[in-house]
């Protein structure tokens, strides 16, 4: 599975952004999707995620009430629609796809990785 990511930049504070995700592969191929973050110094986070079947969904706390994670199956894509968008969520935004059932939170539970898209956030 290839993943892409695209859709980060530069926002104000208080602004919105939607990450985009697209898999190379059909979505039975994999069990489900989530997004991570890495700041410059920190740990990759965990973000959301979100499974293909039922579109059961997850959110880290940091980001709960403020993001939206999405799929459209058609298009084997995931979207991470940002609001209300802090200057404490700049970071390098990844994509990972997790091939069989089981957590999605932890990074190395992950199967396959999407380059990184840069998300900053000005005060």
């Known amino acids: 599975v290839q993943l892409q990511a695209s859709g980060g930049g530069l926002v104000q504070a208080g602004g919105s952004l939607r990450l985009s995700c697209a898999a190379s592969e059909r979505t039975f191929s994999s069990y489900g999707m989530g997004w991570f973050r890495q700041a410059p110094g920190k740990e990759r986070e965990f973000v959301a995620r979100?499974?293909?079947?039922?579109?059961?969904?997850d959110y880290g706390d940091s980001v709960k009430g403020r993001f939206t994670i999405s799929r459209d199956i058609a298009e084997n894509t995931v979207y991470l629609q940002m609001n209300s968008l802090k200057p404490e969520d700049t970071a390098v935004y990844y994509c990972a796809a997790r091939k069989s059932v089981g957590t999605m939170t932890n990074p190395s539970a992950m199967n396959y990785w999407g380059k990184g898209t840069l998300v900053t956030v000005s005060s």
């Open positions: 979100i499974t293909w079947n039922l579109g059961t969904t």
